[in-house]
């Protein structure tokens, strides 16, 4: 896979009416020292660590590589490593960013729609924005058919995707549920 890969995607009518629709997808590979972001996103996605930022849209992060910090309005800034996914929310200030001695490999895809609202708001919290994955093979599956799908465009892709999306929210959560019971 190359160093990054991302792509905006623009919502209409059919994908909202879907329930569930992408905005976002990509991947970054982030070399140790690197400046971060190491790629020019659209305005509204610049992030920077001191001045953080807002999305419209809920975001899934999953970091296969390295570690890093991450920090937003109701999380103090926090380690993560290696098999961390985390939840970005609508209307919620955050910021993160890889650790220079390590850098990081990062997966991530927005998302929203009437059906993910109410999945997001009934089984994951805003409070506790993080789950460890571990290096978990289907994720990564996930991940990379995702970014295939995006790339390819084939007629019908933005529904094709969401379902993928349900795929990784359905696999986040049962990860999560399993590592609560094995504690």
Not at 8 to 32: C, F, H, P
Not at 78 to 105: A, M, Q
Request: hydrophobic share 40%; net charge positive; with cysteine.
């Amino acid at each position: 896979m190359h160093n990054s890969f991302f792509k905006y995607l623009n919502i209409g009518q059919t994908e909202e009416q879907w329930g569930a629709y992408v905005t976002s997808v990509g991947y970054s590979k982030v070399d140790r020292n690197e400046n971060y972001p190491n790629q020019e996103h659209p305005r509204i996605h610049q992030l920077t660590w001191n001045r953080g930022r807002i999305l419209n849209d809920y975001y899934i992060v999953f970091i296969s590589k390295g570690a890093g910090v991450f920090g937003s309005a109701n999380t103090p800034p926090v380690n993560i490593d290696t098999g961390t996914c985390f939840f970005l929310f609508p209307g919620i200030w955050h910021r993160y960013k890889p650790d220079p001695k390590s850098g990081w490999e990062e997966y991530w895809i927005g998302f929203n729609g009437g059906y993910i609202a109410a999945l997001m708001k009934k089984f994951f919290s805003i409070n506790t924005p993080f789950v460890n994955v571990g290096l978990n093979k289907e994720m990564l599956v996930l991940f990379h058919r995702l970014i295939d799908t995006v790339a390819a465009s084939s007629i019908g892709y933005p529904q094709q995707m969401a379902g993928i999306t349900l795929q990784i929210l359905g696999l986040v959560n049962t990860l999560s549920t399993f590592k609560a019971y094995e504690n």
